[in-house]
């Protein structure tokens, strides 16, 4: 069983920068890529970034491209969402998820308790 956990949230004023981290422990096959997904208020979950597994291609959502950058530390096991010229709208709960390489959430099967971002204006 593969088990995430983000850490790296926190509140912040617009135009400011965050790291969120999400490790994993534990094993599972099948394991394509590690994704960041978000929830914000009021709002469905949608896809923020992706890489490979391997930590090679990666994918963006078009609101993350510029600002966010996703990569992986495969000694550490751990995901790191970079997150730069923060807005308020970017306000959310980012969840790390396991699975496929894809922007879809339900390609992913194991899934982290999220972390809070709030961007205030």
């Known amino acids: 069983q593969l088990q995430l956990l983000e850490s790296g949230g926190g509140l912040v004023q617009a135009g400011a920068s965050l790291r969120l981290s999400c490790t994993t422990s534990?094993?599972?096959?099948?394991?394509?890529?590690m994704g960041w997904f978000r929830q914000g208020p009021g709002k469905e979950r949608e896809f923020v970034a992706a890489?490979?597994?391997?930590?090679?291609?990666?994918l963006y959502a078009d609101f993350a491209k510029g600002r966010f950058t996703i990569s992986r530390d495969s000694v550490k096991n751990v995901v790191n969402l970079q997150m730069t010229s923060l807005k308020p709208e970017d306000t959310a709960v980012y969840s790390c998820?396991?699975?496929?390489?894809?922007?879809?959430?339900?390609?992913?099967?194991?899934w982290g308790q999220g972390t809070q971002v709030t961007v205030s204006s």
């Open positions: 998820a396991a699975g496929r390489l894809a922007t879809y959430d339900d390609e992913y099967s194991y």
């Open positions: 890489i490979a597994w391997s930590g090679g291609s990666t």
């Open positions: 534990g094993r599972a096959s099948n394991i394509q890529g």
